[in-house]
């Protein structure tokens, strides 16, 4: 399975940013899509997560309400609305199949950086 994400970028706190993953090599709408992220000095945690057709969705309460997944099967593509980005929001933030029943992960894409200054 390969993740690229992209769109993130260096905005000012109270802005916003929208970022994409494209995924190959699965059955894209036959999988639940996690967002994560990794600040510098800290462990990944998860951001949010959506089923396969947008059913159910969940957020960190860290970004809850101002963050939103939407997914695009036609495309095998997530993606994630960020508004009213705080200074720390600031993290390499990566895609990947949410699944709690496995041991690992598939293999991480690049990530992309989201920098909010204040």
């Known amino acids: 399975v390969k993740f690229v994400e992209s769109g993130g970028g260096l905005v000012q706190a109270g802005g916003s940013l929208r970022l994409s993953c494209e995924v190959s090599g699965t059955t894209f709408s036959a999988v639940t899509m996690g967002w994560y992220r990794q600040a510098p000095g800290k462990q990944p945690e998860l951001v949010g997560a959506?089923?396969?057709?947008?059913?159910?969705?969940y957020y960190a309460p860290s970004v809850k309400d101002r963050f939103t997944i939407s997914r695009d099967n036609d495309k095998n593509t997530v993606y994630l609305q960020m508004t009213d980005l705080r200074p720390e929001d600031t993290a390499v933030y990566f895609c990947?199949?949410?699944?709690?029943?496995?041991?690992?992960?598939?293999?991480w894409g690049p990530g992309t950086q989201v920098t909010v200054s204040s």
């Open positions: 959506m089923t396969e057709y947008g059913g159910s969705t």
């Open positions: 990947n199949i949410f699944d709690p029943t496995r041991k690992e992960y598939d293999p």
